[in-house]
Protein backbone atom coordinates (compact mmCIF):
# COMPACT_ATOMS: atom_id res chain seq x y z
CA UNK A 1 0.00 0.00 0.00
CA UNK A 2 1.60 3.52 -0.83
CA UNK A 3 2.86 5.52 2.20
CA UNK A 4 -0.04 8.66 2.46
CA UNK A 5 1.01 11.62 3.46
CA UNK A 6 -1.20 13.01 6.29
CA UNK A 7 -3.59 15.69 4.73
CA UNK A 8 -2.89 18.24 8.07
CA UNK A 9 0.23 19.16 9.78
CA UNK A 10 0.23 20.88 13.47
CA UNK A 11 -1.09 24.59 13.25
CA UNK A 12 -3.67 24.31 10.55
CA UNK A 13 -6.81 25.45 11.14
CA UNK A 14 -9.19 22.87 10.07
CA UNK A 15 -13.69 22.11 10.45
CA UNK A 16 -15.08 19.05 10.89
CA UNK A 17 -17.83 17.33 12.69
CA UNK A 18 -17.23 14.78 15.04
CA UNK A 19 -19.24 11.62 14.65
CA UNK A 20 -18.10 9.35 17.91
CA UNK A 21 -16.82 9.58 21.57
CA UNK A 22 -13.64 7.63 22.23
CA UNK A 23 -12.97 5.92 25.70
CA UNK A 24 -10.87 8.85 26.81
CA UNK A 25 -13.90 11.70 26.16
CA UNK A 26 -12.52 13.14 23.54
CA UNK A 27 -14.13 13.45 20.54
CA UNK A 28 -13.68 11.68 17.72
CA UNK A 29 -14.11 12.91 13.37
CA UNK A 30 -12.40 12.23 10.00
CA UNK A 31 -11.06 15.04 7.88
CA UNK A 32 -10.28 14.72 4.65
CA UNK A 33 -10.69 10.47 5.25
CA UNK A 34 -7.86 10.94 8.42
CA UNK A 35 -8.97 10.50 12.18
CA UNK A 36 -8.81 13.70 14.38
CA UNK A 37 -9.95 13.54 18.04
CA UNK A 38 -10.41 17.00 19.71
CA UNK A 39 -10.52 17.15 23.31
CA UNK A 40 -13.56 18.82 25.52
CA UNK A 41 -16.15 18.02 22.48
CA UNK A 42 -19.04 16.04 22.34
CA UNK A 43 -20.07 13.86 18.98
CA UNK A 44 -22.61 15.33 16.88
CA UNK A 45 -20.93 18.73 16.85
CA UNK A 46 -19.28 20.51 14.07
CA UNK A 47 -15.68 22.16 15.36
CA UNK A 48 -13.09 24.49 13.76
CA UNK A 49 -10.05 23.05 15.46
CA UNK A 50 -5.80 23.90 15.51
CA UNK A 51 -4.30 20.80 14.68
CA UNK A 52 -1.53 20.35 17.69
CA UNK A 53 0.10 16.54 16.81
CA UNK A 54 0.11 14.48 14.14
CA UNK A 55 0.76 10.94 13.86
CA UNK A 56 0.99 8.84 10.99
CA UNK A 57 -2.27 7.17 10.95
CA UNK A 58 -4.47 10.43 13.04
CA UNK A 59 -4.44 13.88 14.70
CA UNK A 60 -5.19 15.57 17.93
CA UNK A 61 -6.89 19.10 17.36
CA UNK A 62 -7.86 21.84 20.09
CA UNK A 63 -11.22 23.17 19.42
CA UNK A 64 -10.60 26.71 18.81
CA UNK A 65 -14.76 27.77 17.64
CA UNK A 66 -17.87 25.20 18.27
CA UNK A 67 -19.63 26.04 14.84
CA UNK A 68 -22.54 23.93 15.73
CA UNK A 69 -23.31 22.83 19.35
CA UNK A 70 -24.77 19.43 20.21
CA UNK A 71 -27.21 19.59 22.51
CA UNK A 72 -25.94 17.71 24.85
CA UNK A 73 -23.69 20.04 25.58
CA UNK A 74 -23.70 21.53 29.19
CA UNK A 75 -21.57 24.56 30.70
CA UNK A 76 -18.98 22.13 33.12
CA UNK A 77 -19.65 22.97 36.58
CA UNK A 78 -16.54 23.10 38.02
CA UNK A 79 -14.22 26.03 37.37
CA UNK A 80 -11.02 24.21 36.98
CA UNK A 81 -13.02 21.22 34.28
CA UNK A 82 -10.50 22.39 31.86
CA UNK A 83 -7.27 22.07 33.05
CA UNK A 84 -7.58 19.43 35.98
CA UNK A 85 -7.19 15.94 34.86
CA UNK A 86 -9.55 14.42 37.20
CA UNK A 87 -12.79 14.70 34.90
CA UNK A 88 -13.46 14.05 30.75
CA UNK A 89 -16.61 14.81 30.22
CA UNK A 90 -18.36 17.24 32.38
CA UNK A 91 -19.48 19.11 29.05
CA UNK A 92 -21.82 16.62 28.87
CA UNK A 93 -25.08 16.03 29.97
CA UNK A 94 -25.42 13.20 32.35
CA UNK A 95 -28.12 11.03 30.35
CA UNK A 96 -25.59 11.73 27.39
CA UNK A 97 -22.33 10.60 29.32
CA UNK A 98 -24.72 7.70 29.97
CA UNK A 99 -26.02 6.83 26.50
CA UNK A 100 -21.79 7.26 25.26
CA UNK A 101 -20.84 4.68 27.75
CA UNK A 102 -23.66 2.17 26.72
CA UNK A 103 -22.36 3.10 22.88
CA UNK A 104 -18.92 2.78 23.76
CA UNK A 105 -18.90 -0.90 25.41
CA UNK A 106 -22.02 -2.12 22.75
CA UNK A 107 -18.76 -1.01 20.09
CA UNK A 108 -15.93 -3.36 21.77
CA UNK A 109 -18.44 -5.94 21.30
CA UNK A 110 -19.57 -5.45 18.27
CA UNK A 111 -15.72 -4.69 16.84
CA UNK A 112 -13.09 -6.48 19.52
CA UNK A 113 -15.44 -9.45 20.11
CA UNK A 114 -17.63 -9.58 16.97
CA UNK A 115 -20.66 -10.74 19.16
CA UNK A 116 -23.00 -7.74 17.55
CA UNK A 117 -25.26 -10.53 19.54
CA UNK A 118 -24.49 -9.34 23.17
CA UNK A 119 -27.20 -7.05 24.06
CA UNK A 120 -25.64 -3.81 26.07
CA UNK A 121 -28.30 -2.98 28.64
CA UNK A 122 -28.65 0.81 29.52
CA UNK A 123 -26.14 2.02 32.43
CA UNK A 124 -27.39 2.08 35.85
CA UNK A 125 -26.19 5.98 36.29
CA UNK A 126 -26.69 7.84 40.30
CA UNK A 127 -29.51 10.24 40.63
CA UNK A 128 -26.89 12.33 42.49
CA UNK A 129 -24.08 12.17 40.27
CA UNK A 130 -21.80 14.37 42.06
CA UNK A 131 -19.95 13.97 45.52
CA UNK A 132 -19.23 10.32 45.25
CA UNK A 133 -15.54 10.31 45.75
CA UNK A 134 -14.55 8.90 49.43
CA UNK A 135 -10.61 9.12 48.57
CA UNK A 136 -8.09 11.72 47.22
CA UNK A 137 -4.77 12.13 46.57
CA UNK A 138 -3.36 15.50 46.33
CA UNK A 139 0.58 16.44 45.35
CA UNK A 140 1.76 19.09 46.80
CA UNK A 141 4.37 21.53 45.09
CA UNK A 142 5.41 25.17 45.07
CA UNK A 143 7.37 26.96 47.55
CA UNK A 144 7.28 27.37 50.90
CA UNK A 145 4.92 30.51 51.73
CA UNK A 146 3.42 29.77 48.21
CA UNK A 147 2.39 25.96 48.58
CA UNK A 148 0.35 24.88 45.95
CA UNK A 149 -2.03 22.08 46.52
CA UNK A 150 -4.65 20.12 44.15
CA UNK A 151 -4.71 17.74 41.18
CA UNK A 152 -2.32 17.02 38.39
CA UNK A 153 -3.41 18.24 34.96
CA UNK A 154 -4.14 15.59 32.16
CA UNK A 155 -0.44 14.39 31.35
CA UNK A 156 1.62 16.37 33.13
CA UNK A 157 2.50 16.93 36.73
CA UNK A 158 1.46 20.78 37.03
CA UNK A 159 -0.59 21.18 39.95
CA UNK A 160 -3.74 22.79 39.08
CA UNK A 161 -5.56 24.21 42.48
CA UNK A 162 -9.17 23.72 43.14
CA UNK A 163 -12.30 25.30 45.72
CA UNK A 164 -14.00 22.15 45.97
CA UNK A 165 -13.35 19.21 44.32
CA UNK A 166 -16.78 18.14 42.88
CA UNK A 167 -16.75 14.81 42.65
CA UNK A 168 -15.35 14.17 46.15
CA UNK A 169 -17.37 13.53 49.41
CA UNK A 170 -18.28 16.46 50.86
CA UNK A 171 -16.73 15.10 54.22
CA UNK A 172 -13.38 14.49 52.24
CA UNK A 173 -13.57 17.94 49.94
CA UNK A 174 -13.65 19.70 53.91
CA UNK A 175 -10.70 17.62 54.78
CA UNK A 176 -8.66 18.36 51.82
CA UNK A 177 -9.11 21.86 52.49
CA UNK A 178 -8.13 21.88 56.21
CA UNK A 179 -4.84 19.87 55.19
CA UNK A 180 -3.92 22.34 52.86
CA UNK A 181 -4.67 25.06 54.78
CA UNK A 182 -2.76 24.21 57.66
CA UNK A 183 0.38 23.36 55.78
CA UNK A 184 0.41 26.62 54.06
CA UNK A 185 -0.11 28.31 57.75
CA UNK A 186 2.29 26.57 59.18
CA UNK A 187 4.82 26.77 56.59
CA UNK A 188 5.62 23.03 56.20
CA UNK A 189 8.12 23.15 52.80
CA UNK A 190 5.94 21.12 50.10
CA UNK A 191 8.14 18.54 48.36
CA UNK A 192 9.91 19.35 45.00
CA UNK A 193 10.02 16.53 42.37
CA UNK A 194 12.80 17.66 40.16
CA UNK A 195 14.92 18.80 43.11
CA UNK A 196 13.98 15.43 45.10
CA UNK A 197 13.85 18.37 48.24
CA UNK A 198 10.92 19.52 50.96
CA UNK A 199 8.75 17.53 53.04
CA UNK A 200 5.18 17.22 52.36
CA UNK A 201 4.79 15.13 49.30
CA UNK A 202 0.82 14.20 49.11
CA UNK A 203 -1.91 14.57 51.47
CA UNK A 204 -4.68 11.14 51.16
CA UNK A 205 -7.90 11.89 52.54
CA UNK A 206 -10.35 8.78 52.88
CA UNK A 207 -13.87 8.90 54.49
CA UNK A 208 -15.75 5.86 55.79
CA UNK A 209 -19.04 6.74 53.61
CA UNK A 210 -21.55 5.17 55.62
CA UNK A 211 -19.72 5.11 59.19
CA UNK A 212 -18.09 9.19 58.92
CA UNK A 213 -14.94 7.64 59.75
CA UNK A 214 -12.10 10.38 58.44
CA UNK A 215 -8.50 9.30 57.81
CA UNK A 216 -5.88 11.77 56.71
CA UNK A 217 -2.89 10.39 55.54
CA UNK A 218 0.49 13.08 55.02
CA UNK A 219 3.25 11.35 52.76
CA UNK A 220 6.57 13.26 53.71
CA UNK A 221 10.16 12.31 52.07
CA UNK A 222 11.75 11.36 55.03
CA UNK A 223 10.68 10.76 58.97
CA UNK A 224 10.75 14.85 59.53
CA UNK A 225 7.70 16.70 59.75
CA UNK A 226 7.69 19.75 61.31
CA UNK A 227 4.87 21.35 63.56
CA UNK A 228 4.02 17.68 64.26
CA UNK A 229 1.64 17.99 67.57
CA UNK A 230 0.43 21.49 66.27
CA UNK A 231 -0.56 19.85 62.83
CA UNK A 232 -2.70 16.72 64.78
CA UNK A 233 -4.41 19.38 67.15
CA UNK A 234 -5.53 21.78 64.47
CA UNK A 235 -6.66 18.84 62.38
CA UNK A 236 -8.62 17.32 65.10
CA UNK A 237 -10.54 20.55 65.93
CA UNK A 238 -11.00 21.33 62.19
CA UNK A 239 -12.46 17.91 60.84
CA UNK A 240 -15.55 16.81 62.00
CA UNK A 241 -15.42 12.96 62.32
CA UNK A 242 -11.57 12.71 61.83
CA UNK A 243 -10.73 9.22 63.18
CA UNK A 244 -6.91 8.54 62.01
CA UNK A 245 -3.59 10.78 61.45
CA UNK A 246 -1.20 9.12 59.67
CA UNK A 247 2.36 9.87 58.55
CA UNK A 248 3.25 7.56 55.48
CA UNK A 249 6.98 7.97 54.58
CA UNK A 250 8.03 7.75 50.72
CA UNK A 251 11.68 8.89 50.36
CA UNK A 252 12.11 7.02 46.56
CA UNK A 253 12.01 9.41 43.36
CA UNK A 254 8.82 7.92 42.21
CA UNK A 255 4.78 8.30 41.30
CA UNK A 256 3.92 5.87 43.74
CA UNK A 257 2.12 7.96 46.14
CA UNK A 258 2.54 5.49 49.13
CA UNK A 259 5.73 4.66 50.83
CA UNK A 260 5.74 1.04 52.07
CA UNK A 261 6.00 2.69 56.16
CA UNK A 262 3.20 4.15 58.29
CA UNK A 263 3.38 6.02 61.40
CA UNK A 264 0.09 6.69 63.52
CA UNK A 265 0.15 10.40 64.61
CA UNK A 266 -3.14 10.19 66.22
CA UNK A 267 -6.45 7.73 66.95
CA UNK A 268 -6.93 4.27 65.19
CA UNK A 269 -4.85 2.80 62.38
CA UNK A 270 -7.54 1.72 60.33
CA UNK A 271 -11.24 3.72 59.28
CA UNK A 272 -14.27 1.80 58.02
CA UNK A 273 -17.03 1.71 55.91
CA UNK A 274 -19.84 -0.47 54.81
CA UNK A 275 -20.65 -1.88 51.47
CA UNK A 276 -24.56 -3.10 51.88
CA UNK A 277 -24.64 -5.35 54.93
CA UNK A 278 -20.75 -5.89 54.74
CA UNK A 279 -18.38 -4.52 56.88
CA UNK A 280 -14.68 -3.31 55.36
CA UNK A 281 -11.41 -2.04 57.66
CA UNK A 282 -9.66 0.36 55.41
CA UNK A 283 -5.92 1.11 56.01
CA UNK A 284 -3.74 3.73 54.53
CA UNK A 285 -2.66 1.18 51.75
CA UNK A 286 -5.67 -0.68 50.95
CA UNK A 287 -7.33 -0.95 48.15
CA UNK A 288 -11.09 0.19 48.42
CA UNK A 289 -13.82 1.06 45.85
CA UNK A 290 -14.06 4.80 45.73
CA UNK A 291 -17.62 4.81 44.87
CA UNK A 292 -19.47 2.73 47.56
CA UNK A 293 -22.66 3.84 46.90
CA UNK A 294 -22.62 2.17 43.39
CA UNK A 295 -20.17 -0.36 44.35
CA UNK A 296 -23.50 -1.56 45.82
CA UNK A 297 -25.60 -1.40 42.82
CA UNK A 298 -22.89 -3.27 40.83
CA UNK A 299 -22.65 -5.78 43.52
CA UNK A 300 -26.27 -6.38 43.83
CA UNK A 301 -26.35 -7.24 39.61
CA UNK A 302 -23.20 -9.60 40.20
CA UNK A 303 -26.14 -11.03 42.95
CA UNK A 304 -28.67 -11.39 40.56
CA UNK A 305 -26.24 -12.92 37.86
CA UNK A 306 -24.99 -15.40 40.47
CA UNK A 307 -28.90 -16.51 41.40
CA UNK A 308 -26.90 -18.51 44.80
CA UNK A 309 -28.99 -20.93 46.66
CA UNK A 310 -26.86 -20.87 49.57
CA UNK A 311 -25.89 -24.51 48.47
CA UNK A 312 -22.96 -23.02 46.00
CA UNK A 313 -19.29 -23.24 46.04
CA UNK A 314 -17.97 -19.58 45.01
CA UNK A 315 -14.81 -18.70 43.39
CA UNK A 316 -13.60 -14.86 43.87
CA UNK A 317 -11.05 -14.58 41.61
CA UNK A 318 -9.03 -11.09 41.29
CA UNK A 319 -10.69 -10.57 44.94
CA UNK A 320 -8.83 -7.38 46.54
CA UNK A 321 -9.65 -7.36 50.47
CA UNK A 322 -12.86 -9.92 49.39
CA UNK A 323 -15.52 -6.74 48.68
CA UNK A 324 -17.53 -9.11 45.95
CA UNK A 325 -16.80 -13.04 47.90
CA UNK A 326 -17.92 -11.33 51.19
CA UNK A 327 -21.13 -9.78 49.51
CA UNK A 328 -22.35 -12.76 48.50
CA UNK A 329 -20.90 -15.21 51.22
CA UNK A 330 -24.88 -15.01 52.88
CA UNK A 331 -25.94 -17.04 50.08
CA UNK A 332 -23.05 -19.59 49.18
CA UNK A 333 -21.66 -22.48 51.02
CA UNK A 334 -18.25 -21.45 50.48
CA UNK A 335 -16.46 -18.92 49.08
CA UNK A 336 -12.57 -19.11 47.60
CA UNK A 337 -10.94 -16.11 46.97
CA UNK A 338 -7.56 -15.64 45.08
CA UNK A 339 -5.55 -12.20 45.10
CA UNK A 340 -1.86 -11.25 44.00
CA UNK A 341 -1.67 -8.76 46.43
CA UNK A 342 -0.47 -10.32 49.65
CA UNK A 343 -1.86 -7.51 51.87
CA UNK A 344 -4.77 -7.36 50.51
CA UNK A 345 -5.36 -11.07 51.40
CA UNK A 346 -4.27 -9.86 55.09
CA UNK A 347 -7.15 -7.61 54.22
CA UNK A 348 -9.89 -9.73 53.06
CA UNK A 349 -8.82 -12.61 55.91
CA UNK A 350 -9.72 -9.49 58.80
CA UNK A 351 -13.12 -8.34 56.58
CA UNK A 352 -14.29 -12.37 57.06
CA UNK A 353 -13.83 -11.94 60.66
CA UNK A 354 -14.79 -8.47 61.21
CA UNK A 355 -18.06 -9.87 59.51
CA UNK A 356 -18.13 -13.37 61.40
CA UNK A 357 -17.83 -14.82 57.86
CA UNK A 358 -15.90 -18.39 58.79
CA UNK A 359 -16.64 -20.28 54.95
CA UNK A 360 -14.45 -17.66 53.23
CA UNK A 361 -10.96 -18.57 52.76
CA UNK A 362 -8.35 -16.41 50.63
CA UNK A 363 -5.23 -17.35 48.68
CA UNK A 364 -2.75 -15.37 47.77
CA UNK A 365 -1.05 -15.47 44.09
CA UNK A 366 -1.39 -14.81 40.76
CA UNK A 367 -4.93 -15.62 39.70
CA UNK A 368 -3.51 -17.57 36.51
CA UNK A 369 -1.23 -19.97 38.67
CA UNK A 370 -3.23 -20.50 41.54
CA UNK A 371 -6.81 -21.59 39.34
CA UNK A 372 -4.59 -24.31 37.32
CA UNK A 373 -3.93 -25.77 40.26
CA UNK A 374 -7.56 -25.72 41.75
CA UNK A 375 -8.43 -27.75 38.65
CA UNK A 376 -5.77 -30.09 38.66
CA UNK A 377 -7.15 -30.70 42.34
CA UNK A 378 -10.87 -31.58 41.15
CA UNK A 379 -12.47 -28.33 42.08
CA UNK A 380 -15.51 -27.71 41.07
CA UNK A 381 -17.18 -24.18 41.65
CA UNK A 382 -20.74 -23.92 40.71
CA UNK A 383 -19.97 -20.01 40.62
CA UNK A 384 -16.94 -18.32 39.34
CA UNK A 385 -17.03 -14.15 39.66
CA UNK A 386 -13.81 -12.29 38.04
CA UNK A 387 -12.78 -8.83 38.45
CA UNK A 388 -9.52 -8.70 36.72
CA UNK A 389 -7.95 -5.14 36.48
CA UNK A 390 -7.69 -3.58 32.98
CA UNK A 391 -5.75 -6.15 30.94
CA UNK A 392 -8.34 -8.60 31.84
CA UNK A 393 -8.11 -12.43 32.69
CA UNK A 394 -5.15 -14.50 31.40
CA UNK A 395 -5.71 -17.38 28.92
CA UNK A 396 -4.26 -19.58 31.39
CA UNK A 397 -6.67 -18.92 33.90
CA UNK A 398 -9.82 -19.12 31.37
CA UNK A 399 -8.42 -22.37 30.53
CA UNK A 400 -8.25 -23.79 33.62
CA UNK A 401 -11.46 -22.17 34.95
CA UNK A 402 -13.55 -23.63 31.93
CA UNK A 403 -11.66 -26.99 33.11
CA UNK A 404 -13.72 -26.99 36.44
CA UNK A 405 -16.52 -27.11 35.26
CA UNK A 406 -18.74 -24.08 36.74
CA UNK A 407 -22.59 -23.38 35.63
CA UNK A 408 -22.50 -19.62 35.77
CA UNK A 409 -18.82 -16.79 35.00
CA UNK A 410 -19.73 -13.71 36.23
CA UNK A 411 -17.60 -11.14 34.99
CA UNK A 412 -16.83 -7.75 36.27
CA UNK A 413 -14.55 -5.69 33.68
CA UNK A 414 -13.47 -2.17 34.13
CA UNK A 415 -12.36 -2.22 30.77
CA UNK A 416 -15.11 -3.16 28.06
CA UNK A 417 -11.80 -3.94 25.46
CA UNK A 418 -10.65 -7.11 27.36
CA UNK A 419 -14.17 -8.16 28.78
CA UNK A 420 -15.26 -8.41 24.68
CA UNK A 421 -12.27 -10.32 23.83
CA UNK A 422 -12.21 -12.55 26.96
CA UNK A 423 -16.15 -13.03 25.99
CA UNK A 424 -14.92 -14.02 22.55
CA UNK A 425 -12.44 -16.60 23.95
CA UNK A 426 -15.12 -17.89 26.86
CA UNK A 427 -17.94 -18.29 23.65
CA UNK A 428 -15.43 -20.75 21.70
CA UNK A 429 -15.05 -22.65 25.09
CA UNK A 430 -18.97 -22.99 25.10
CA UNK A 431 -20.07 -20.33 27.25
CA UNK A 432 -22.05 -17.25 26.27
CA UNK A 433 -23.19 -14.33 27.47
CA UNK A 434 -26.42 -12.90 25.95
CA UNK A 435 -26.41 -9.21 28.14
CA UNK A 436 -23.84 -6.49 29.49
CA UNK A 437 -24.98 -4.79 32.68
CA UNK A 438 -22.97 -1.33 32.84
CA UNK A 439 -22.62 0.89 36.06
CA UNK A 440 -21.62 3.93 36.15
CA UNK A 441 -19.01 4.18 38.76
CA UNK A 442 -17.04 7.12 37.86
CA UNK A 443 -19.31 9.89 36.68
CA UNK A 444 -17.88 12.82 34.54
CA UNK A 445 -15.23 10.64 33.69
CA UNK A 446 -14.21 8.29 30.95
CA UNK A 447 -14.69 5.39 33.08
CA UNK A 448 -17.30 2.81 33.02
CA UNK A 449 -17.84 -0.69 34.36
CA UNK A 450 -19.53 -3.37 33.51
CA UNK A 451 -20.84 -7.07 34.82
CA UNK A 452 -22.41 -10.01 32.58
CA UNK A 453 -22.59 -13.47 33.10
CA UNK A 454 -21.32 -16.41 30.69
CA UNK A 455 -23.22 -19.63 31.55
CA UNK A 456 -22.39 -22.91 30.06
CA UNK A 457 -24.44 -24.54 26.86
CA UNK A 458 -25.77 -27.53 26.34
N1 LIG B 1 -12.81 -7.44 43.44
C1 LIG B 1 -12.11 -6.43 44.17
C2 LIG B 1 -10.84 -5.89 43.47
C3 LIG B 1 -10.87 -5.73 41.99
S1 LIG B 1 -9.50 -4.83 41.35
C4 LIG B 1 -13.04 -5.29 44.53
O1 LIG B 1 -14.08 -5.16 43.92
O2 LIG B 1 -12.73 -4.53 45.42
C5 LIG B 1 -8.53 -6.11 40.62
C6 LIG B 1 -7.68 -6.88 41.60
O3 LIG B 1 -6.95 -7.86 40.87
C7 LIG B 1 -6.65 -6.04 42.33
O4 LIG B 1 -6.81 -6.24 43.70
C8 LIG B 1 -5.29 -6.59 41.84
O5 LIG B 1 -4.31 -6.58 42.83
C9 LIG B 1 -5.66 -7.99 41.46
N2 LIG B 1 -4.81 -8.66 40.45
C10 LIG B 1 -4.16 -8.11 39.41
N3 LIG B 1 -3.56 -9.05 38.68
C11 LIG B 1 -3.82 -10.24 39.27
C12 LIG B 1 -3.48 -11.59 38.98
N4 LIG B 1 -2.74 -11.89 37.92
N5 LIG B 1 -3.92 -12.55 39.80
C13 LIG B 1 -4.69 -12.26 40.88
N6 LIG B 1 -5.04 -11.00 41.21
C14 LIG B 1 -4.62 -9.99 40.41
Same mark, same amino acid.
Given at each position: #????K?P??????I?LT?????HTG????KY?G????V?LT?A?E? +? =?A????????? *??????A??EA???????????? =??C?G???QH?A?P????A???Q?ANA?A???G?????V?P?L????????R?K *??????G?R?RV??G?? *?????EVVEF =???????? %?????????? %?L?K %???I??Y?E????G????T??RTG??T? !?V #???L?T?GL??PHR?R??????E?????? $????????????V +???P???????E??I????GH??????P?S?F???????E?LY !? &??RR???L?G???????YC????I???L? &??A?????? !? $?I?????D?R?????N??????????P?? %??M?????E?L??????????RKG?AP??LD?AV???????????C??A???R?????K??????RQ????D #????????EC?T +???K??
Amino acid at each position: #MPKQKPPVQPGDRIQLTLTGQTHTGDGVGKYDGFTVFVPLTVAGER +V =EAKVTKVKKTY *AHARMEALLEASPARVDAPCPVF =ERCGGCQIQHIAYPAQLEAKRRQVANAFARIGGLEEVKVLPVLGMDQPWNYRNK *AQVPFSGRRGRVKAGFF *AAGSHEVVEF =EHCMIQQP %ENDRAIQRVR %ELVK %ELGIPPYNEQKHRGIVRHTVVRTGVNTG !EV #MVVLVTNGLELPHRKRLVRELRERIPGLA $SVVQNIQTKRTNV +VLGPENRLLWGEPVIHDTIGHVRFVISPHSFFQINPEQTEVLY !E &QVRRYAALSGRETVIDAYCGIGTIGLYLA &QDAARILGV !E $SIPQAVEDARRNAELNGIDHATFTAGPAE %EVMPRWAEEGLHPNVIVVDPPRKGCAPEFLDAAVRTDPDRLVYVSCNPATLARDAAYLKEQGYVNRQVQPVD #MFPHTSHVECVT +VFRKQG
